[in-house]
C-alpha cells in the first residue's frame, strides 16, 4: 500500500508541474540571407548568359540582369546592383540576312573582323559620350539565322585604351554564347 500512495504522489507531482508554461523565449533574429539569382532567370536574351561565364571572360562582376522582347529582338541588360556601370548588353535578332548582306548592311565603318565567330563578326570601340565612357561592341552572324550584339559601356572618365581592352574579352565572350537556344 505504501508503494501504491508514494507512485500516486509521484504521478500528483509530474503532472502538476506540466500545467505552468514556460514563457516565450527571445530569439535573436536572424541574418538575412543573400541568395544568388542567375542571369538566365531574367529570361528573354538573359536565358543566354551566366554571370559567372561572363566574369571569367571578361572579369566584370555582375549580379543583376533584366530581360526585353519587341518581335524576334531579345535583348538582356547585365548590372551590378549598386552600380550603373559598367553594363552589358547582349541583343539577339532572328535574322534571314546572309554574309554580303552583313558585310553591306551591318558592319560598321572602321569595325575590325573577327575570325572563328559565327558566319561573319566584327568587333569596335565606340566614343565615350556626354553621359557614359566608351564602349566595346561586338556583333555577330550567328550560324543558325541569328544576328547578335554585345556591347560594354565603360562608365564616365574610363579612357578608350580601356574599353579596346574589354573588346578583346568580350570576343571570348561572345564564343560562349549559344545563341541557338534562343
Known amino acids: 500500500m505504501h508503494g501504491r500512495i508514494w507512485l500516486a504522489g509521484v504521478a500528483v507531482v509530474l503532472t502538476a508541474g506540466c500545467a505552468t508554461e514556460a514563457g516565450p523565449v527571445a530569439v535573436p533574429a536572424a541574418e538575412p540571407v ?7 532567370s531574367s529570361g528573354g536574351a538573359c536565358r543566354l548568359l551566366d554571370f559567372a561565364v561572363i566574369a571569367k571572360h571578361t572579369g566584370g562582376r555582375f549580379d543583376v540582369a533584366a530581360a526585353s522582347e519587341r ?3 531579345h535583348t538582356c541588360v547585365v548590372r551590378a546592383e549598386r552600380a550603373i556601370l559598367p553594363e552589358l548588353t547582349l541583343t ?7 554574309k554580303s548582306t552583313f ?3 551591318v558592319l560598321p565603318d572602321g569595325a575590325k573582323k573577327v575570325s572563328k565567330l559565327g558566319k561573319i563578326a566584327y568587333l569596335r570601340t565606340l566614343p565615350k559620350t556626354a553621359k557614359v565612357g566608351p564602349s566595346a561592341e561586338v ?6 539565322g541569328r544576328l547578335a550584339t554585345l556591347r560594354w559601356t565603360c562608365p564616365r572618365g574610363t579612357d578608350k585604351a580601356t574599353a579596346e581592352a574589354v573588346a578583346g574579352k568580350l570576343v571570348n565572350l561572345a564564343k560562349a554564347i549559344d545563341t541557338r537556344r534562343m
Not at 543573400?34 to 538566365?40: I, K
Not at 539577339?92 to 546572309?98: K, R, Y
Open 34 to 40: 543573400t541568395v544568388e539569382v542567375a542571369a538566365a
Open 71 to 73: 518581335g524576334d529582338t
Open 92 to 98: 539577339v535578332t532572328e535574322t534571314s540576312i546572309d
Open 103 to 105: 558585310t553591306m548592311d
Open 139 to 144: 556583333g555577330w552572324l550567328a550560324t543558325e
